[in-house]
């Protein structure tokens, strides 16, 4: 097939792009680069079925000949961004979702939307299935990624049923693996970074609120089949085995052999206290659950960390 990836030089979207290729398809990357880099594409510059096209989705998507696919993952995902183009963020739910859907409509494509398990806020249902309608502050500091995410649901919907496009939506738990950015902010690459330079790592509050880690393999193979299937309701990506933060900086320093400790620090506002994803749906209608345990997945994740930390001093 022919498809195309928005926010393609992302850390996700570009593993997509490399899962999409290997199975045979012709891609269209399109990215911004506000957060992407192409540095995660770079070894696909002589892949004669990879185009790489510079777009900003809030403008306008615009791509020539046929499309039978469209995965839209373009959006600003790092609470370090949140602060800093909380404006941008807003857009590209929304201006950005319906630039998409149109190019879906015009091409008859299908459209895979990204969404978040941050569509569930700080949640007081746990774990957080799909039919769960969230706990989520919409003029808090996180509520720019959060209501964008939660409209571009509603709006994929809007036109999946006033025109009948074909739609498919995803529910992303957090995501870790190679390629993520050194200073993205998230608590993953936080800690990873302070312990190779034997600082503290410096948890939120006392560091027992909770997150479910799935390494980015899992959640590409799980992309890959939601926008295969037939399923057009909104289904959770995730890994369910949930870890507090303060037991995940205590393997961080184990795994890469840091004399850090751990610090504390104030909770930020409207901080998720436990986050879990309700996998049913995912295992009943798309036969899919995470195969790569944590611990094999952090080794690769701190081994591409530590040859891109070194590279970088």
């Known amino acids: ?9 992302g850390f996700i979207g570009s593993h ?7 199975d045979g398809n012709t891609v269209i990357g399109l990215d911004s680069l506000v957060t992407g880099s192409m540095e995660n594409l770079e070894h696909l510059k002589s892949n004669p079925n990879f185009t790489y096209q510079q777009c900003d989705v809030t403008k306008y998507i615009g791509i020539e000949g046929p499309l039978q696919r469209v995965y839209h993952l373009a959006s600003p995902a790092s609470p370090k961004d949140f602060p800093r183009m909380p404006v941008h963020i807003c857009k590209v739910g929304a201006l950005g979702t319906l630039n998409a859907l ?3 409509n015009a091409k008859g494509a299908r459209l895979l ?28 500091p996180r509520s720019m990624y959060d209501e964008a995410k939660r409209f571009a649901e509603a709006l994929t919907m809007a036109y999946h049923n006033q025109n009948g496009l074909d739609t498919r939506i995803i529910r992303i738990f957090n995501t870790y693996g190679p390629r993520m950015r050194l200073n993205d902010g998230r608590v993953l690459p936080n800690f990873v970074c302070a312990a190779f330079r034997n600082e ?9 609120q909770t997150r479910s880690f799935c390494y980015v393999d899992d959640l590409v193979e799980g992309m890959t089949r939601l926008m295969e299937s037939k399923v057009t309701e909104p289904v959770n990506v995730g890994n369910p085995e949930e870890i507090t933060i ?15 400790v751990l610090a504390t620090t104030a909770m930020p506002k409207d901080d998720p206290v436990r986050r879990r994803p309700d996998i049913t ?3 009943n209608v798309l036969g899919w659950e995470p195969r790569i345990h944590r611990r094999e997945g952090l080794q690769l994740t701190i081994a591409d960390f530590r040859r891109r930390f070194d590279a970088s001093r």
């Open 16 to 22: 997509l792009v490399d899962r999409l290729l290997k």
């Open 1 to 9: 097939m022919r498809i195309a990836v928005t926010g393609a030089a």
């Open 200 to 208: 503290p790592l410096v948890l939120n509050g006392d560091g027992s």
């Open 246 to 260: 303060g037991d995940l900086a205590r393997e961080i320093v184990a795994l890469t052999g840091s004399k850090s």
């Open 281 to 283: 749906r995912a295992k």
């Open 113 to 140: 939307l990204a969404s978040t398990s941050e569509v569930y806020g700080d949640p007081e249902q746990h774990p957080q299935a799909e039919s769960y309608y969230g706990h989520v502050n919409s003029i808090g």
């Open 102 to 104: 149109g190019l879906c």
